[in-house]
């Protein structure tokens, strides 16, 4: 029988214009690090108007790259919003890419104009001159632009063009399959690849995080995404706070533990997403100065494995981590670690510190190395792929027939899924430490670790062993004025894991380097480590 339906389109337009008319109140605070200046969604909706209009008068009149050099703050929700809905695409620049590599992703994207924040043209103006494509720069708040001069592209000042705009834009009907964001991988291994979001995968992903089996967002939340707006879109928090008519609280350029906590005190949010190591700043500022988290009822966690310390150090201080899992290319939500209903506290937390259970609308199977799909039954460990309306299926301008198989995402995690849905992550595949033909997991070996009081951060690598091919190089990252040594930390492993994946090499470092996403660069200790640049001391 035919469906009688009708046939709407799912767009970010859709979700904009619900959010600027029914919630036109809820509004957006912008911290400027010693108060905020405020925008409602109405101000929001008719800004974002005046923005498409003056984008089409710079010549974007269909599908061209928009990109944003932006932190997390108003303006940048205003392009989040007008891009996508006046059928452009929006590309978000990950400001803490390597000059090369961010190069290559705007003339990759073959980006027209690129919006960026007065704060921020010191990193842009070395690297605008290479940028092919790119014809206009509008440039937010203060700034001095003189750098930016030389480049030979055209200038504008994003308020002056808002100003001289039309605040009435006639926002077209646009296939909800056609792209509506783009972002690109970290670029760990070679050039970052692109990922393009459609205005359905979007709408979608966003009605999932609203869900109670995710986050459970409302009008009544007040929503504070820490991960930047150029991570994987921050997860998706901006959208479906826009879609809830939550209010949003924008962190801006001050993402220190110190600045996080007085906007958290002074602007109550009830959910903020961040990874691992800002919670852990976080925590320990809160632990030290006695500070007020109480508004927080939900702390989506993510990016890296989540260690258990961190989710009972929250704990004690009566707010909830949850932790998920997904990559740039799953958009990203695809597991999310809620406990099962009736658990007991020990079995609840079990579940926490897995990588989650996997959301309605994505499907995960785990494959062995014959390419068999192996059971959810807690134990067969293989790689993780999968499928959905939000996983790519393709990246932009690069096939790479790698990542893809039978239509599923290779996602290059290891791990295995029990029968209840839950993902239990033992490794990436390029990280797993292959030790006499047995693997040892450093996600495992670094979260036991980080479980002892006096261990900030820890990172575990593979590094040659003649005897074994590789063994565990334990990295550790000591707190202040703590004098452990790695007879100690080997003997705390030695209670949590089996003796023959205890690390025998350990250095102790100042700080675990990071990637631009703020995950552990495990590619900068193995290379440390092979040019001895690392004071290593032999245990065991």
């Known amino acids: 029988m035919l469906s009688t339906m ?91 890419l390597f000059p090369e590599q961010l190069v290559y992703i705007a003339n990759h994207a073959e980006d027209e104009v690129v919006i960026a924040d007065g704060s921020l043209i010191g990193v842009l103006a070395p690297v605008l001159p290479r940028l092919e494509t790119v014809r206009h720069v509008v440039v937010v708040g203060e700034g001095d632009r003189t750098p930016l001069e030389a480049a030979g592209k055209e200038l504008h000042d994003y308020e002056e063009l808002l100003a001289a705009a039309s605040p009435d834009f006639d926002w077209p009907e646009l296939d909800e399959r056609s792209a509506a964001a783009m972002c690109y991988t970290s670029g760990t291994t070679g050039n970052p690849k692109g990922v393009v979001y459609s205005h359905r995968s979007a709408y979608l992903h966003a009605v999932l995080g609203c869900t109670g089996n995710a986050f459970g967002m409302s009008a009544a939340d007040r929503v504070l995404p820490v991960v930047p707006m150029f991570h994987a879109n921050a997860w998706g928090l901006p959208y479906q706070a826009v879609l809830a008519g939550a209010s949003l609280v924008m962190p801006d350029r001050f993402l ?12 109550r949010p009830t959910i903020a997403g961040a990874v691992p190591t800002i919670w852990a700043d976080v925590l320990r500022h809160v632990r030290e100065h006695g500070s007020d988290l109480s508004s927080l009822r939900l702390v989506p966690c993510g990016g890296s494995a989540v260690p258990e310390s961190l989710i009972r150090g929250f704990d004690e201080i009566g707010v909830r981590i949850v932790q998920a899992w997904g990559m740039t290319e799953t958009s990203p939500l695809a597991t999310i670690a809620h406990p099962p209903l009736g658990a007991s506290s020990d079995d609840a937390l079990r579940h926490r510190v897995s990588q989650g259970r996997i959301v309605a609308g994505v499907e995960l199977r785990v494959v062995g190395d014959d390419e068999a799909v192996l ?20 990246y932009h301008r690069d096939p790479d027939p790698s990542k893809f198989h039978d239509g599923w995402l290779r996602t290059g995690d290891v791990g295995t899924v029990s029968p209840e849905g839950y993902l239990i992550l033992t490794d990436r ?112």
Do not use: C
Not at 36 to 65: F, I, K, M
Not at 257 to 263: G, H, Q
């Open 256 to 267: 220190q533990a110190e600045p996080l906590v007085r906007l958290i005190e002074a602007e």
């Open 6 to 96: 009708q046939d709407v389109p799912l767009t970010i337009g859709s979700i904009m214009r619900h959010a600027t008319r029914i919630f036109a109140g809820a509004e957006v605070a912008t911290w400027t690090g010693d108060g905020v200046r405020r925008r409602t969604y109405a101000e929001v909706g008719e800004r974002a108007a005046r923005l498409a209009n003056a984008l089409r008068g710079l010549g974007v009149d269909g599908d061209q790259r928009v990109g944003t050099f932006m932190w997390n703050n108003a303006e940048h929700l205003e392009a989040y919003l007008a891009v996508p809905s006046m059928g452009a695409v929006l590309h978000t620049l990950n400001l803490r």
């Open 375 to 394: 059971p959810h039954d807690g134990t067969s460990v293989g790689e993780i792929e999968v499928r959905g309306p939000w996983i790519t299926g393709a």
């Open 429 to 540: 595949a390029k990280d797993v430490i292959k030790s006499g033909g047995e693997w040892i997991s450093s996600v495992e070996l670094e979260n036991h670790l980080m479980g002892h009081p006096d261990v900030l951060e820890a990172a575990v690598v593979g590094v040659p062993d003649e005897r074994w091919q590789e063994r565990p190089l334990a990295s550790v990252v000591l707190r202040e004025g703590a004098t452990t040594a790695p007879e100690e930390l080997r003997a705390f492993l030695a209670e949590r894991v089996p003796k023959w994946q205890l690390p025998e090499r350990w250095t102790f470092i100042d700080q675990v380097p990071r990637t631009s996403v703020g995950k552990f660069d495990k590619k900068v200790l193995r290379r440390r480590y092979a040019d001895d640049e690392l004071t290593v001391v032999t245990v065991g």
